[in-house]
């Protein structure tokens, strides 16, 4: 099974940067996923890991270590319609996720 | 193109009740998912498919089964409904099994009384 952990809450200024922290334990890694969730809608997909390193994509980045089971999503020039829950995933050998519990961000003007 | 589609948006449903959750897309994908989320918990697997006609369980699909009768369709039933089934329920599917981006539905708000 999987155990993920990512802050419940974090808070940023429009213009800032704002890194979201999510480690994990798994008995069978097979990729890391960010998905962003506004308030009452669905999930969508932001990136997806699976090697070391960092992978950009725009104003978002997520970074990978396996060895140390930690990933960071990075989100520059935040603006307000940043303000949303980011989902933390992990899927196993078996092809089935698992997520965290969620980080809500909220983005100050 | 309607994506993937649930119904009802929401229920509100006296316990022992038998309710079934609607689900489905019109992108051909031949994976899909249940997931329910709570407060605090984030999103939990309850049942999947691979392809139409294959079913498996999840983390918690006790209390809730379900079918694959064709490639568009993966309805969600709970046998009786107990409160603790109150949640947000999300359908979500993808091309196939092992591809990287699960598409979401909007959910379905249950509440259990």
């Known amino acids: 099974g999987q155990n993920i952990d990512q802050p419940t809450e974090m808070t940023a200024t429009e213009g800032a940067i704002v890194q979201i922290n999510c480690t994990y334990q798994?008995?069978?890694?097979?990729?890391l996923f960010w998905y962003q969730q506004h308030a009452g809608e669905a999930p969508t997909f932001l990136s997806y890991?699976?090697?070391?390193g960092l992978e950009e994509k725009g104003r978002f980045s997520s970074f990978l270590s396996r060895s140390k089971g930690y990933s960071y999503l990075l989100l520059k020039e935040l603006q307000m319609k940043d303000s949303a829950s980011y989902l933390c995933?992990?899927?196993?050998?078996?092809?089935?996720?698992?997520f965290g519990a969620g980080t809500t961000v909220t983005v100050r003007a | 193109i309607a994506g993937i589609t649930q119904a009802p948006t929401s229920q509100i449903l006296a316990a022992g009740r038998r309710m079934t959750l609607r689900c489905t897309q019109d992108m051909r994908h031949n994976a899909m998912y249940w997931y329910r989320q709570d407060l605090g918990l984030g999103l939990r697997l309850i049942h999947y498919s691979n392809t139409a006609g294959t079913t498996g369980k999840g983390e918690v699909p006790d209390g809730y089964s379900v079918s694959r009768a064709n490639t568009d369709d993966f309805p969600l039933t709970l046998a009786s409904a107990v409160p603790s089934q109150t949640s947000v329920y999300f359908c979500?599917?993808?091309?196939?099994?092992?591809?990287?981006?699960?598409?979401f539905g909007p959910g379905t708000r249950l509440t259990v009384l």
């Open positions: 890991n699976v090697l070391d």
């Open positions: 798994t008995s069978g890694f097979n990729g």
């Open positions: 979500a599917s993808s091309p196939g099994f092992s591809y990287n981006e699960q598409f």
């Open positions: 995933a992990v899927r196993d050998k078996d092809y089935k996720l698992s």
